[in-house]
């Protein structure tokens, strides 16, 4: 009897102590950032539609499908968001490979659960935002449902002893994505974007890349200009300041020299000074111009 009780609860402890672990599978965490797998909520996600687990998809591919996920362009033009795109080339290059191997270690009863914070300085300050969500592969492609997209974070989260719940409470941003070639928005969501997996966004992502690039060369380039223009015209104004103050000793000088002269004249009219003394005391005042 105390055997079999023993071995109950040595049972029950097993089964909750795996079931806990399951729940908190991480593939990768870094302080606040992390990739793990999680418990599917069947609000959320339809269960016994996953195709769990999924290897169809390469680490360069899901590079590609990250780059290419765009939120919608007019809440750029209202300046609700700095930029559409939702992953830079460095988070897409840090989150693909681990996106891979979730995808191909979760079961059919979870699901792909993430956390990214974005750095955004602004000069100086602090501009940070988060980012999360799940994904999850089914026979429409593999799904990017995202639960906060640019959420904005203040104060210093990172220092706080409740930061977890800090960022719970962080409101999203009511923001929409847009679908682009091979993708189509979700039914339920328009937070929510489908991947079709037979779609080449390897060679998109390039052109994609090329063009990031070519933008932050034409804001170096327009910095580096902005700079040489500021440089040149501060120069120019050194060159000014040191002409008017040339032009500045010559119109004293010339007032100094014209006063000697008026003074040496008095002196001669006053017969102080001899003719041939007035003449040579001139030529003297003359020839120091």
């Not at 974070?153 to 994505?177: M, N």
């Not at 103050?245 to 008026?262: K, T």
Request: overall charge neutral; charged content about 30%.
């Amino acid at each position: 009897m105390v055997r079999s009780i023993l071995g109950g609860l040595f049972l029950f402890f097993f089964c909750f102590s795996f079931s806990v672990q399951a729940e908190n599978t991480y593939i990768y965490r870094q302080k606040i950032n992390w990739v793990k797998l999680d418990k599917a909520d069947p609000k959320d996600v339809p269960l016994g539609s996953l195709k769990h687990p999924y290897t169809s998809v390469s680490t360069e591919e899901m590079e590609a499908m990250l780059l290419s996920i765009k939120i919608a362009k007019r809440y750029a033009l209202k300046k609700t968001v700095e930029s559409v795109d939702v992953f830079n080339s460095w988070e897409a290059r840090r989150y693909a490979p681990f996106l891979v191997e979730g995808l191909a270690k979760v079961d059919p009863d979870h699901v792909i659960n993430f956390a990214l914070i974005h750095k955004r300085p602004a000069f100086i300050l602090q501009n940070d935002y988060i980012t999360m969500g799940n994904v999850w592969a089914d026979s429409e492609g593999i799904h990017f449902q995202f639960t906060k997209l640019f959420a904005k974070i203040s104060g210093d989260y990172e220092a706080s002893a409740h930061t977890d719940k800090t960022l719970r409470k962080v409101k999203s941003q009511r923001l929409a994505l847009e679908a682009g070639p091979g993708q189509k928005l979700s039914y339920y969501s328009a937070m929510e974007v489908i991947m079709d997996p037979a779609h080449n966004f390897i060679s998109e992502a390039q052109v994609e890349l090329a063009r990031r690039q070519a933008e932050e060369e034409s804001l170096l380039q327009g910095k580096a200009a902005k700079k040489k223009k500021g440089k040149a015209a501060r120069e120019l104004v050194t060159e000014e300041e040191k002409q008017e103050a040339a032009d500045a000793g010559e119109a004293s000088g010339s007032q100094d020299v014209a006063g000697r002269l008026r003074e040496l004249e008095k002196l001669k009219t006053d017969k102080l000074i001899s003719e041939q003394e007035y003449q040579n005391l001139r030529k003297k005042i003359l020839q120091e111009i």
